[in-house]
């Protein structure tokens, strides 16, 4: 009996091992809108890492792998506001560090998600982060503080940076772009699996928009926004002001936002053009994300660095 007893307690240490070392499962963003989502990968040099610790600071090997250990790179690294030595942008075909020359094998890779939130899948956004706190060595966190000002400008300057204005295409883009950043919805990428041949001004539904044969009717709100977003992204450009209206002036268009019901459907009821194009911009902006997070994961990087140690405690 002791020996059965002996036997069942070692199967229940054995599976509480099991338990304890079982794989944690992926942690997915799949809960939050793609449309609030960005994703920036960013490479990293490990021989000049290492060469700065052991050639410049003169410490051992180990030391240098402890303190590369709690290496994140800031915002301006991922931007490409500020991208310093050893980081460098992801970009194809790149064989070798652009610093020291070093082979591809030394490059790690650091994966940024930048969340612009909203208050509509905040909830779901809290119960991510708490999942990713439970990784503190994989994933890094952090919010930057941004004006919803800053917010909306960083995002037109993204999708500036996507579209080719030398085709009518942009015009599509950006319209959906802008729908997606109002209304912020997992659903999107199911309704707009096939292509969107148009989009349409429509007082004939309720809420803001409804999906019909490649057709995305928008309520008057919807639509005024779209049609200054693609004023706001093409007057910087040749022969610019352009919209699904056409080229437009400033007056112009400030008549064709009133002619639509856009200034009613926004309660902006001043007479005054440059006034109410402000108050049509605060709207904008406000229709969009409040904040802005990011969750850095190091996997790679950290999976490479020790590699890359452990090849130099052997030497």
């Known amino acids: 009996m002791r020996a059965v007893h002996s036997l069942g307690s070692a199967r229940r240490r054995l599976n509480s091992q099991s338990v304890r070392f079982m794989k944690r499962p992926e942690i997915t963003f799949e ?6 989502i960005s994703r920036i990968a960013l490479k990293i040099c490990l021989k000049c890492a290492f060469d700065v610790f052991t050639k410049q600071l003169k410490v051992t090997p180990r030391t240098a792998y402890s303190e590369l ?19 460098f942008p992801d970009e194809p075909r790149q064989d070798h560090c652009p610093y020291c020359g070093g082979a591809k094998r030394w490059f790690a890779e650091f994966q940024a998600v930048r969340l612009d939130s909203s208050p509509s899948f905040e909830k779901e956004r809290k119960k991510l982060w708490a999942e990713l706190k439970k990784q503190p060595d994989r994933f890094a966190l952090w919010k930057p503080e941004r004006t919803r000002m800053q917010i909306f400008s960083e995002w037109l300057e993204r999708l500036n940076r996507t ?6 295409r942009w015009l599509l883009e950006a319209a959906v772009s802008q729908i997606k950043r109002s209304e ?25 928009w409804r999906y019909e044969d490649a057709w995305l009717y928008v309520s008057p709100s919807l639509y005024g926004d779209v049609i200054m977003v693609q004023h706001l992204l093409s007057r910087s450009h040749k022969h610019g002001g352009r919209t699904f209206e056409g080229r437009l002036t400033f007056q112009e268009l400030h008549r064709r936002l009133r002619r639509i019901g856009y200034f009613e459907a926004k309660e902006i009821d001043s007479s005054d053009p440059y006034e109410a194009f402000e108050q049509a911009v605060a709207r904008l902006v406000d229709s969009g994300p409040s904040a ?8 790679d990087y950290l999976d490479k660095l020790k590699s890359v140690y452990e090849k130099k405690r052997e030497k």
């Open 31 to 36: 809960s939050i809108p793609s449309s609030a």
């Open 69 to 87: 250990k709690k290496h994140v790179p800031e915002e301006a690294d991922f931007t490409g506001a500020a991208t310093s030595r050893p980081h």
């Open 163 to 168: 579209l080719d204005f030398q085709d009518d």
């Open 184 to 208: 912020p919805s997992n659903d999107w990428d199911r309704i707009l699996s096939s292509t969107v041949r148009r989009v349409q001004l429509s007082r004939a539904f309720e809420g803001n």
């Open 292 to 299: 802005v997070y990011y969750a850095v994961d190091r996997k």
